[in-house]
């Protein structure tokens, strides 16, 4: 028997129609596990380096928080004020204004046009800065300003001291943030987590020759942040120009000075977008502060918030990831490889988030242990546990949309939703719960996460749904193109 006659034989024993079909979809189905399977490891590249980079400087905060605690109740809700509050201010804002760099660097990186990622970061260093100066006041005058709040007189003292000492901290945000973006905009993570552990490690030596052994009390535990940032600032600086980037980072240049006024409006697009959401928290706690017994209620809720911030730390990878992704693709024009990586990061995150829902209504009443003593304290973060663990739920979507905003370069379109959904709606709800309805703490954080947050959230998927992903490719050619030749006027 001839090979012909073989295969004509064999081809005559198959029914073609139905076996065709199923090897189709098994090709399919091979093909889309193929794709997530690539695309997968690509956001993990990105996103596993930077959650623990942005667990171990959160951690910073957290063990910080934790030292002030076992000094007692009034030092655990200063340097919960100081932190969440006065530095939650500037930091939103200046990491927002840093995140236009995901935009431009994402975009540039995967057009090929390397050089421009380094002359990118310069103009944000110039511009986060001066921005630093402008915001100095919020440290200078804290305790005025948190009194007239409504913050009680001494709990408003202790956190104007302790934010005094922040300052140094305030400025570390102008250099770090906009490193941190320009390096993993080119994929360059694993060198922030090695200098994030470093930091980590030396904080909390420094925390405990502070606290504990020179018994700085709760200036020095304020003080060991400093040393700890600066410490993760100056090594990623030190990576980046010493070698680490050969092809990106090519030494000062006067160019960081041209289409800084462009570059300042993408910036505060950006600053407004995400100090939007920043703010959101921080408000809580300041609306808390004028309950009654307010430092039993901001010591729980601080607790709370400091629980969130930590998970948050996975979304917010997310968000970078999640930015980076979307923006290296549109800037190779791949349009529909950037819708592709919206899914998988989604779909991933949301995993995550429901793991760690579960894991909150697990331990309700065991967490606040790590950081009070305190019965009334545990009490009332044991009550407050529920609407926790629903937050961290919410949160595992709404940060990566975000992160697919800010690669695409929505950033100024989602600064007015995030201020409608927060303001408009959440801010009022949350004080006509806390206090109309005699609520409390409760009632302003429920009223705050499912009328602003769970509305931003669905708007957010609505406008991802319907982007036409290969018009997003090529206003990215368009954009980049202005960019480079600011003076340029593009149609």
């Given amino acids: 028997m001839t090979s012909k006659e073989a295969s004509s034989l064999g081809e005559a024993k198959v029914p073609l129609l139905e076996d065709k079909t199923l090897v189709d ?43 002030a605690g076992h000094l007692g109740d009034l030092e655990l809700a200063a340097i919960s004020i100081a932190n969440n509050v006065v530095v939650g201010f500037d930091f939103g804002l200046l ?101 994030s552990l470093l930091a980590l490690l ?120 999640t930015g980076v992704r979307v923006a290296n693709e549109l800037g190779a024009g791949n349009g529909k490889g950037a819708k592709f990586a919206t899914i998988v990061a989604v779909v991933t995150s949301i995993i995550i988030g429901l793991f760690f829902w579960m894991l909150i209504l697990a331990f309700h009443d065991k967490f606040g242990y790590i950081f009070s003593n305190s019965k009334a304290v545990l009490d009332e973060v044991n009550k407050l546990s529920l609407l926790l663990a629903f937050t961290i739920l919410l949160n595992s979507v709404q940060p990566v949309l975000s992160g697919v905003a800010v690669g695409s370069g929505w950033q100024s379109y989602v600064a007015y939703i995030n201020l409608g959904c927060y303001y408009i709606i959440g801010v009022p709800l949350g004080f006509v719960m806390g206090w109309v309805f005699n609520q409390g703490v409760m009632g302003i954080w429920a009223g705050m996460i499912f009328g602003g947050t769970a509305t931003q959230t669905l708007i957010l998927i609505l406008i991802t749904m319907r982007c036409d992903w290969d018009r997003e490719a090529e206003k990215a050619k368009l954009h980049l193109r202005k960019w480079e030749n600011p003076k340029q006027e593009l149609n």
């Fill in 25 to 67: 979809r098994g090709e399919q189905d091979q093909d889309l596990a193929r794709r997530v399977w690539v695309e997968s490891k690509k956001l993990w590249h990105i996103v596993g380096p930077a959650i623990f980079s942005r667990i171990a400087s959160y951690s910073m905060l957290v063990i910080t928080q934790a030292f």
């Fill in 95 to 195: 990491l927002g204004m840093a995140s236009a760099l995901e935009t431009l660097c994402g975009q540039a990186f995967g057009a090929k046009k390397y050089f421009m990622l380094g002359v990118y970061m310069q103009r944000s260093w110039i511009v986060l800065f001066i921005c630093c100066i402008l915001l100095l006041p919020i440290y200078l005058f804290a305790s005025p300003v948190l009194k007239l709040l409504g913050q009680p007189e001494e709990l408003a003292e202790l956190s104007g001291v302790v934010s005094m000492w922040l300052i140094p901290l305030h400025f570390s945000f102008a250099f770090q943030f906009p490193l941190q973006r320009f390096l993993q905009s080119q994929l360059k993570t694993a060198a922030i987590a090695w200098v």
């Fill in 202 to 321: 030396a904080h909390v030596f420094v925390s405990w020759l502070f606290v504990f052994k020179l018994q700085f009390g709760v200036i020095g535990a304020a003080a060991t942040i400093n040393f700890s940032w600066w410490v993760l600032t100056l090594g990623l600086f030190g990576y980046t120009v010493w070698g680490g980037c050969p092809h990106t980072w090519t030494g000062f240049s006067m160019e960081a000075f041209s289409g800084l006024w462009e570059f300042v409006k993408l910036s505060a697009a950006s600053g407004v977008m995400l100090c939007l959401e920043n703010w959101y928290y921080r408000i809580l706690i300041l609306m808390t502060g004028n309950l009654p017994n307010a430092e039993i209620a901001v010591d729980a809720l601080s607790i709370c918030m400091t629980i969130n911030g930590l998970e948050m730390m996975i979304p917010l990878a997310f968000f970078v990831g």
